[in-house]
């Protein structure tokens, strides 16, 4: 049962760091394609600045899901040997807490990736099209996915240097 969950925990967290890498990717190209040298027809640097940041938030989204079910999964993992008798290796129990802290604190910034990543989409309707708040908005978004996948390559680190010193 252990090694199922840890096995799920580094898939959760492997899945969160590469859809968040692609989220951060996607983001970047979504600022690029508003700027003058990716087109000189405004209306198609909207629409693919709108199909970028479209998939930039389907993988934000991917990545915030990931990370969540990592924590849960991390949250419970420590609940079940936190009681054990690790008075050898108490190291190991905290290498664990600090990859589900990370876990947490990737799934709050990539929350709120999230949320500048959909204004930024909102801001590319035609009703709204407001290209500086959707350039400004989307480089928030990419800063915070940026520091979403951080911490979820920290509790990667962490993690595995749990499983070794077990």
Request: proline share 2%; glycine share 6%; aromatic share 18%.
């Amino acid at each position: 049962m252990l090694q199922q969950l840890k096995k799920s925990i580094i898939l959760a967290d492997i899945l969160s760091f590469t859809f968040g890498f692609l989220g951060v990717t996607f983001g970047i190209l979504s600022v690029l394609a508003l700027e003058p040298f990716w087109s000189m027809d405004s209306t198609v640097r909207d629409h693919q600045s709108f199909a970028l940041t479209a998939t930039t938030i389907c993988c934000d989204f991917l990545s915030v899901l990931s990370a969540m079910i990592a924590y849960y999964y991390g949250v419970k993992l420590y609940k079940i040997t936190k009681n054990e008798d690790r008075c050898d290796k108490p190291e190991v129990l905290k290498c664990e807490r600090y990859s589900f802290c990370c876990d947490f604190w990737s799934f709050i910034f990539g929350i709120v990736g999230l949320i500048f990543g959909i204004t930024s989409f909102i801001t590319l309707f035609p009703g709204f099209l407001n290209e500086y708040t959707s350039w400004w908005t989307t480089i928030t978004s990419v800063c915070f996915d940026s520091v979403s996948c951080a911490f979820v390559g920290v509790a990667i680190g962490y993690f595995c240097k749990g499983i070794k010193l077990s």
